[in-house]
C-alpha cells in the first residue's frame, strides 16, 4: 500500500495509531435521529496527542511541504476511530453511557442514529476518541463534524459557560463561535497533530479581540432576538446577526437565523447596533444595520439598541440587493482567511464584509450602488493585500481600487489574484499600562508623500495582546502610523517589524453638529506646531473622540468627507473656528479634554478631477480659507478617489480651491462659494 508523505512522517515518529476496522459501525436502534459527520485532524492523524520534541520536528518537517497549501485544514481520520454522541456536565465530564456510538470509516467519516426524539442541545457533544486524546464537536445539527477547530470551540464555550454549563448556550451561538474559529483555522497555518492545532487555536481565539468577546457572551444575561425576512415577507435563515457596542464598534456578539428566520443572541447590558449580513447563496436580499424606519447600509447609521434587564426585539426587512461574488487566490492555489472588505465609493464608508473559505470563495449581498473591493491579508499566507481593479486584476492603494457598479438584476464576480507579498507586524504598548488594544494601525504609500498621509494602502486593529500583521507588496516606502506615532517600512526584500512603545499624550473631544447630534466618522487630524502631520483618528457614534500624541503643543483639526452636511474645522485651543487665521494651536499636554465641539451646518462640495479628460485618482483637493485674497490661508484638504471624484464638507463661506498631484502642488487656486447644502466644482486639468 502506498503511503503518503504525512503518514510516512507520523510512521518514522512512531505515532500510535488505531487498528483500521473496516466500515463506520452503529450500536443504536435504526428508528431514531441520524446524526453524520467526518472526524479530521492535521495530516489525517488517528493519534491526537503532540509527539516529542524529536519527533515533532521530524513530524512538522514532512507535514509542513505537505499541506502548507491545505491554509491550516485538516484531513479525514481514516478508519476505525471511535465516535460517541453524549452528555456533558458543567465541565465538560461525560454524564452515563453514550447516547450512540460508531465507528469512522476509510475516509474519515461516521453516521450514528441517536435516541428517538433527540433535539440537538450544546450539552450534547460527539467525541471522536484515540490513542492519546480526544477531539470534541458540540451538537448543533444532524450534521456534526468533529475536528481542531470543533474542540477548540467545546473548550472555549465551556469554560465561559463554567457554573451553568454548555445547556445555557444556544446552538446558534455555538454555531457563531465555530465559525469565527474556523476563519482564524484559515490562516495557513500547519501543525503537527490534533493537539498542537486545539491549542493554537484556542490561543489565536483569546487574542483576538471579536472572537474573544463572542466566546464570552454566550452566557451573558442580556437577549436581543427578532425575525429576519426579505421585502416579500419571504423568512431568511442563515443570516448572520452581529452585535456591536454602540459608539465604538466592537463586536461583541454573533448569531444566526434559523430554519423560521428567527435568532437569538446573548449580551452585555449596554448599548448596541445590530446588523444582519446576508452572505448566503440562497437569496439576494441586502445586508443591512438596523433602524426602526428599515435599516441603514452602514453601521454609521444604525440606530441604538439598549439592553438592560428585559429581552429586546429588533425585527430586519430587507431590502432587494445585488450579489457579489468571486475567489481569492495567489500562485494559482485558493487562499481561505482572507477578509474581503466593500466600501461604498460616494460616502468613503465601509460597507460589509466577509472572509474566505478554505476554497478562496467569498460571497456578499448589498444594496444597489458603487462600491470598490479589498481582499485584506492578515493570516500567514505570503500574499499582498490587494484592491480590486477591472478585468481581475489587482492595485496596491484604495484610491487605484476600480468602482464597481451594482446594479438590481445583476450579479457581480469579482476574482483576486494575489501577488507575492512580504509581511509588515508589530506590537503597540504603552511603557504605563502595557499592552494596546484595539487601536488603529494604518498603512500608506509613500512613494509620493505630501504634507497629510499619503495614499491609503490599508488599516487593521491591533489584537488583545496589542499586535497587528498585514502582507503588502513588496515595496521600500510604506508609512505606519499608530498612536500618534509613525514609522517608514522598507519591504523591498523581507519582512520588517514596527513596534510602537512611545509614551503619548491624549487629546478627547465630542463633536457634535447642528442640533447638537452627534457626528461619527469624521477624520479628526493631529499636527504639530508648523503643521507637520502626526496622524488621525476617527470620531465613534456617539461622536467622541480620542487622539495621540507623543509632542505637546499640537493643532487639530475635524475634517468631514464623507457627504455629511456639517462643515470641517479647525480648533485654536478655546473654540472651534471655520476660518482659519492663526494655525498656532495650543492644545497638548499628558491629557486634554476639548469638552463638546459644536461643528457648524456646512455644504457638501463635491466633484471630479480629470487629466486628459480621463477621472484620476490620488489628486489632492486643497482649500483655503479667507476669502477672495491669494494666497489666504490653509484649510482642509481631501483626496480623489479611483474614479476622480471627491467629497469635502465646508462651513458656509468662500474658499479657494486647487486640485493637484500629491507633493506637487503648485497650480493656481480658483475661488468657490458655499451657501448651501451641495454645490459642484469639477477640474480639468
Same mark, same amino acid.
Given at each position: ?66 499541506? &502548507? ?50 433535539? +440537538? ?39 465561559? &459557560? ?87 464598534? =466592537? ?99 465601509? =460597507? ?29 499566507? +505570503? ?19 476600480? +468602482? ?43 512613494? %509620493? ?30 508609512? %505606519? ?42 477624520? %479628526? ?83 471630479? =478631477?480629470? =487629466? ?38 465646508? +462651513? ?34
Amino acid at each position: 500500500m502506498k503511503m503518503t508523505t504525512a503518514k510516512l512522517a507520523l510512521a518514522m515518529a512512531g505515532a500510535a495509531t488505531l487498528t483500521l476496522s473496516g466500515c463506520g459501525g452503529d450500536s443504536s436502534t435504526a428508528s431514531g435521529v441520524t446524526i453524520a459527520g467526518t472526524v479530521s485532524a492535521p495530516g489525517g492523524q488517528v493519534a491526537f496527542n503532540q509527539p516529542t520534541d524529536l519527533l515533532s520536528r521530524l513530524a512538522r518537517l514532512f507535514i509542513s511541504s505537505a499541506f &502548507a497549501q491545505t491554509s491550516g485544514m485538516f484531513s479525514g481520520v481514516g478508519a476505525g476511530v471511535a465516535v460517541n454522541l453524549i452528555e456533558t456536565d458543567a465541565a465538560g465530564n461525560q454524564v452515563g453511557s453514550p447516547l450512540a456510538s460508531a465507528t469512522t470509516d476509510a475516509t474519515g467519516a461516521y453516521s450514528l442514529t441517536a435516541p428517538e426524539g433527540f433535539t +440537538p442541545s450544546s450539552k450534547y457533544v460527539v467525541r471522536a476518541t484515540a490513542s492519546g486524546g480526544q477531539l470534541d464537536a458540540i451538537v448543533t445539527g444532524t450534521t456534526v463534524n468533529v475536528d481542531p477547530v470543533t474542540n477548540a470551540t467545546t473548550t472555549l464555550v465551556l469554560a465561559s &459557560a463554567s457554573a451553568s454549563g454548555l445547556a445555557s448556550v444556544t446552538t446558534a451561538e455555538v454555531t457563531a463561535v465555530e465559525d469565527t474559529i474556523q476563519a482564524l483555522a484559515n490562516d495557513g497555518t500547519s501543525y503537527a497533530s490534533a493537539t498542537e492545532a486545539t491549542t493554537q487555536l484556542r490561543a489565536k481565539a483569546q487574542a483576538d479581540e471579536e472572537t474573544s468577546n463572542i466566546v464570552s457572551s454566550v452566557v451573558s444575561s442580556g437577549v436581543i432576538s427578532g425575525s429576519v425576512k426579505d421585502a416579500n415577507g419571504q423568512a431568511l435563515a442563515g443570516i448572520k446577526i452581529v452585535a456591536r457596542d454602540f459608539g465604538n464598534w =466592537v463586536t461583541r456578539a454573533i448569531a444566526y437565523t434559523d430554519t423560521t428566520g428567527q435568532y437569538t443572541l446573548n449580551v452585555p447590558a449596554g448599548d448596541y447596533i445590530l446588523g444582519a449580513f446576508n452572505h448566503t447563496g440562497t437569496s439576494t436580499a441586502a445586508s443591512e444595520w438596523w433602524t426602526q424606519d428599515g435599516g441603514a447600509a452602514n453601521q454609521f447609521s444604525a440606530e441604538k439598541v439598549a439592553v438592560a434587564g428585559s429581552a429586546v426585539s429588533t425585527d430586519f426587512v430587507l431590502e432587494p440587493g445585488v450579489r457579489i461574488s468571486g475567489k481569492v487566490t495567489g500562485a494559482g492555489s485558493a487562499l481561505g482567511g482572507i477578509k474581503v472588505h466593500t466600501r461604498d465609493v460616494t460616502s468613503d464608508q465601509p =460597507v460589509t464584509g466577509t472572509m474566505t473559505g478554505p476554497d478562496g470563495a467569498f460571497r456578499l449581498n448589498v444594496r444597489p450602488g458603487t462600491y470598490t473591493l479589498a481582499a485584506v491579508n492578515t493570516t500567514q499566507q +505570503p500574499f499582498a493585500t490587494q484592491y480590486y481593479v477591472a478585468g481581475d486584476t489587482t492595485a496596491g492603494t484604495a484610491s487605484e481600487a476600480s +468602482p464597481l457598479t451594482a446594479s438590481l438584476g445583476t450579479e457581480l464576480t469579482t476574482n483576486f489574484a494575489l501577488p507575492a507579498g512580504y509581511q509588515i507586524s508589530g506590537k503597540v504598548s504603552d511603557p504605563t499600562t502595557g499592552n494596546v488594544t484595539g487601536i488603529s494601525v494604518r498603512f500608506y504609500d509613500g512613494t %509620493v508623500p505630501d504634507s497629510t498621509t499619503g495614499a491609503f494602502v490599508n488599516g487593521l486593529r491591533t489584537d488583545l495582546q496589542g499586535q497587528y500583521r498585514l502582507w503588502l507588496a513588496p515595496k521600500a516606502n510604506y508609512i %505606519v502610523r499608530t498612536r500618534g506615532q509613525t514609522q517608514t517600512a522598507d519591504i523591498s526584500s523581507g519582512i520588517v517589524v514596527k513596534d510602537f512603545s512611545a509614551a503619548v499624550g491624549t487629546v478627547t473631544a465630542k463633536l457634535t453638529g447642528p442640533g447638537g447630534l452627534a457626528v461619527s466618522q469624521a477624520k %479628526v487630524a493631529v499636527y504639530d506646531g508648523s503643521a507637520g502631520y502626526q496622524g488621525f483618528e476617527v470620531s465613534n457614534a456617539d461622536g467622541s473622540v480620542t487622539l495621540y500624541s507623543t509632542i505637546s503643543p499640537v493643532r487639530v483639526e475635524f475634517k468631514i468627507d464623507n457627504g455629511t452636511a456639517v462643515g470641517s474645522s479647525l480648533y485654536n485651543g478655546q473654540t472651534q473656528f471655520s476660518l482659519a487665521s492663526d494655525l498656532s494651536i495650543v492644545v497638548g499636554g499628558t491629557s486634554t479634554d476639548l469638552g463638546t465641539v459644536a461643528l457648524p451646518v456646512g455644504g457638501v462640495l463635491s466633484g471630479t =478631477v480629470r =487629466v486628459g479628460g480621463a477621472p484620476k485618482g490620488n489628486y489632492a483637493v486643497q482649500l483655503r480659507s479667507g476669502g477672495n485674497a491669494f494666497p489666504t490661508n490653509q484649510f482642509v484638504a481631501t483626496r480623489t478617489q479611483s474614479d476622480g471624484s471627491y467629497s469635502i464638507s465646508l +462651513p458656509y463661506g468662500i474658499y479657494n480651491i486647487r486640485a493637484c498631484i500629491p507633493g506637487n502642488c503648485s497650480g493656481a487656486f480658483s475661488s468657490v462659494t458655499i451657501n448651501s447644502s451641495a454645490h459642484t466644482k469639477d477640474f480639468s486639468l
